[in-house]
């Protein structure tokens, strides 16, 4: 209030504040939706670009109005939190999994609001430091996402196997590993360079000798396909490609449409209990401050916790 001189607004323009932010969350999928048209990594950096930019918006612009429109961006951007959970569970083992997404989902309170709140406990009032930091680390976690790899999960799903090649490379030698031959699933494989006339020669013998046998069994099964009445032109690769995923076609399968339902329902009071522990904590008796780092640090616990004991029971 002191910041941007609200003594004279109504509550509903200074509750206005916190609440567009919730706004900004519930528009946020359509940005994650964008991971899988353009990847992990992309919406990762675009999100971070847009966090850059609406925390410039708060530290150099006093105006309400612009300030409403930057909160309304750092909410939107809490998609890019999600896009790196996707990216760092697909990148990684099974086994690493869980351990590493309780490290992400522990980030946020860890880095930015126990800090903040030992800061303002240490009686820092200057709240421009928030945003200088917010406008360092964006800039940081920009150029450390270029360095990033593609999720290779992403990547085999697109079939852009080239650079999924190089991306396992790159994280083969990071790891201090070596990849050896392989094979990946759905690849074309290429000719053998090293091929010798002998060998092609002999390799030439063995297909003529497949080709007539093969031919003697087009015959038998000529008539057979002519009878079916799907169209047998096109080749397989095609017909499969075609098929595409549809979120409409597997909600009609009943049981996903029920774990689905749980799912939703699940979320909305573990989310609903979350935030309405987050607005009571300054009607909580006591130190504000105090309380505040104490529910980030029970976060960041429960997050570990919870993670164990996923770990535990079995995912």
């Known amino acids: 209030m002191t910041d941007l001189e609200l003594y004279c607004y109504s509550d509903f323009m200074i509750g206005l504040l916190g609440s567009i932010t919730f706004v900004g969350f519930a528009i946020s999928g359509l940005g994650l939706k964008q991971s899988d048209r353009f990847g992990r990594k992309k919406a990762i950096l675009g999100g971070t670009l847009l966090s850059f930019v609406a925390i410039g918006m708060m530290f150099f612009w006093r105006n309400l109005y612009a300030k409403y429109v930057a909160l309304l961006i750092v909410g939107f951007v809490s998609f890019k939190d999600v896009a790196i959970y996707i990216l ?80 396992l490379a790159f994280m083969a030698r990071f790891n201090g590993v070596s990849m050896g031959e392989y094979q990946i699933e759905g690849e074309l494989v290429p000719p053998d360079p090293l091929e010798t006339p002998e060998n092609s020669q002999n390799k030439d013998k063995s ?19 002519n009878n079916t009445e799907n169209d047998s032109s096109q080749p397989l690769l095609g017909k499969v490609g075609a098929k595409e995923f549809s979120i409409w076609q597997e909600l009609k399968d009943r049981r996903t449409l029920l774990n689905l339902m749980c799912v939703i329902v699940v979320f909305c009071v573990v989310s609903f209990n979350y935030y309405m522990i987050s607005f009571y904590l300054k009607y909580v008796e006591g130190n504000i401050y105090v309380n505040t780092l104490a529910g980030s640090l029970s976060e960041i616990a429960g997050n570990f916790g919870s993670g164990f004991i996923q770990m535990w029971i079995g995912s």
């Open 88 to 167: 760092v569970v697909e990148s990684l083992p099974k086994k690493s999994q869980i351990y590493a997404a309780s490290w992400v989902l522990s980030s946020d309170p860890l880095i930015t609001s126990v800090p903040a709140t030992i800061f303002l406990m240490a009686g820092g009032k200057q709240l421009q430091h928030f945003y200088i930091a917010g406008l360092v680390m964006s800039v940081l976690s920009f150029f450390l996402t270029l360095m990033v790899p593609e999720s290779p999960k992403y990547l085999l799903e697109k079939g852009k196997y080239g650079e999924l090649r190089k991306n």
């Open 207 to 225: 297909d003529r000798d497949q080709s007539d046998f093969i031919n003697n069994s087009d015959n038998i099964s000529e008539t057979k396909m």
